[in-house]
């Protein structure tokens, strides 16, 4: 099979484009759909990087489309169900983003990110190893790095603009920002999720380590999940037979390409340093395995 081609950033001529984000392109379809185009632009330190990872996109819209259908039991999703034909007819504008592109539900984006924590690694074990606890709550005395939590954790933080860093926020600031009552709703569907896909993904051999949710509303205030769901971009996956208490697991998301950042001498602001064709690659693979472990019947 082909490798295919990697698309830092899509041109559409027939729709308006709205945004572009770390890694996703948005367009304008009409007053009540958008159209998302996932490319292979790669953020790390939330800083977009200069050189893609091919085929990116493809697995993270794969793998997104997969939870959405697996997770609607719980929670209602962005997906529109409107064919890509429908929207773009013509064949030679809808190759270059045939396979990692959705058209989706128009919703008023909420203002945090839904992070949950089953494991104490990354920036939480850092936390902890400083004051006890991550984000302000209390964990037991004793753990060690990459050890379980007894219990999923939900830790939010605000949303950075583009090349910004996201921070931290207690879960009292999110009812604040948008009032107890959704603010309820958002932290007990991310556990709920978060919760329902690990114990998916731990028969497959993944442990989903940590995860990112982004939900929105209607003009009706039902909450929907949005953006990406449970993806190697949005999530730590570490492969459960190499799994260790006590050190950083190797990883089948951008731990590898964050790991090798480390080792440069960069400030982690923009412009993001190269990668190394032998990274850019690893990464892919590294994401196509995750892609095959959690979608692909056994």
């Known amino acids: 099979m082909t490798a295919p081609e990697a698309l830092y950033q899509s041109t559409l001529s027939s729709l308006k484009l709205r945004a572009r984000g ?10 009540k759909h958008m159209l998302i185009v996932t490319t292979d632009r790669l953020s790390a330190f939330d800083v977009i990087l200069p050189d893609p990872i091919p085929g990116k996109g ?18 209602p999703n962005h997906l529109a169900g409107i064919p890509l034909e429908q929207v773009i007819p013509d064949a030679n504008e809808r190759a270059q983003i045939e396979g990692r592109a959705i058209v989706v539900k128009r919703l ?44 999923a954790i939900y830790t ?22 948008m009032g107890r009552d959704l603010a309820e709703k958002v932290r007990d569907a991310s556990l709920r999720l978060y919760n329902e896909a690990a114990a998916y993904a731990k028969e497959r051999g993944i442990i989903i380590a940590d995860t990112k949710f982004e939900f929105g509303v209607d003009d ?4 929907y999940l949005i953006d ?3 993806t190697p971009d949005s999530s730590r996956f570490w492969p459960a037979d190499q799994y260790q208490v006590g050190i950083s697991p190797p990883s089948f998301d951008k731990q590898y390409v964050r790991d090798y950042l480390e080792t440069l001498n960069w400030n982690k602001t923009p412009p993001g340093p190269s990668l190394p064709r032998e990274v850019a690659a690893f990464c892919a693979e590294k994401y196509r395995e995750a892609e095959i472990r959690l979608t692909q019947n056994l």
């Open 22 to 31: 770390k890694v996703r392109d948005i367009y304008d379809i009409d007053d």
């Open 58 to 75: 493809h697995v993270l819209t794969n793998i997104s489309n997969f939870w959405f259908k697996k997770l609607q039991n719980i929670i």
């Open 156 to 177: 939010p933080s605000t949303k950075a603009a583009v090349d910004q860093h996201d921070e931290n926020v207690s879960f009292e600031q999110t009812v604040a920002l």
């Open 228 to 230: 990406e769901a449970l």
């Open 220 to 223: 009706n205030g039902v909450l």
């Open 108 to 151: 008023k984006p909420l203002p945090v990110e839904a992070i949950v924590r089953g494991y104490l690694i990354g920036s939480g074990w850092k936390d902890y190893q400083r004051s006890g606890a991550v984000c302000g709550i209390q964990l037991p005395e004793g753990l060690q790095q990459a050890q379980q939590l007894p219990e």
